[in-house]
């Protein structure tokens, strides 16, 4: 398979909204997706960007991506959050996902980032199992906590 | 009891690791913390800042902290990160962690952030407890993953 990796750029970012809705489809929870290619382009590409973007390419068509931003660990420092490592359903297992990664991690490592951390669904053991043989730990033990918007209102509301 | 909310300052980072490693001591981990009060100064006061805190203070002295910092959803847009809220052992069940919560919440509505996220420990009962009665919720399903610097340096010589 032959296909390239390089930064996004605001172009693509129709491809990496379709990219995203996939995700949210085979993560069961196809209608979450609330963000616009508007919000996207304007979120990753004005002054104040707030993610970068790994892109694979085959043939110029786009198959997959890796979107990342920084955090803050108050016990190592700056630390990077990889948010979604999407290959299409029509290109998995083909060395796409593993080829983004490794680019993620030499990004982490270059630029002296404390750590990679993220997110994986615990029945994705396809996952589970590539992250653990990369050397990659599974926390047990911590639970993520979501307050989300209509929550948070009425939350300020009572209180 | 009476105590004041405000944003940290330069000179509070002092006051503030001595949370964080009051904190990494609860939560079992008392070797975790490698960051100094220089990392703080610098890595929250200087151009690209990389957190904001709110401080709890009684008389003087600083009994409380929430630090967070902005993320990215590529479901809902910018979302607030609540890294750690720390209530000092013998200010705790005062109120100082809810006064700080509902700051930062405040802070999240006030300025369109879609969603507070953090994480918490299982075995946190009393946490869990005061997060849900407040209308956040706890995900089921989801597992945090860490590339540590070390696991992250195998991975690259390696691949």
Known sequence: MNFTIRVALKKDMVFVHQLITELAIFEKEPFAVEITV???EKDGFSK????KIFIA??????IGMALFYERYSTWKGKVIHLEDLIVTKSKRN???G???YRTLMQYAFDNNFKRVA????DWNKNAIDFYENTGA???KGWHVVHMNE???KNFINKN
């Open 38 to 40: 508007a919000d996207l």
């Open 48 to 51: 104040d960007s707030k993610f």
């Open 57 to 62: 390419e085959e043939k110029g068509i786009i």
């Open 94 to 96: 083909l060395g796409v």
């Open 98 to 100: 593993k080829a983004l």
């Open 118 to 121: 993220w997110e994986v669904l």
């Open 137 to 139: 730990k599974i926390l």
């Open 150 to 152: 209509q929550k948070l």
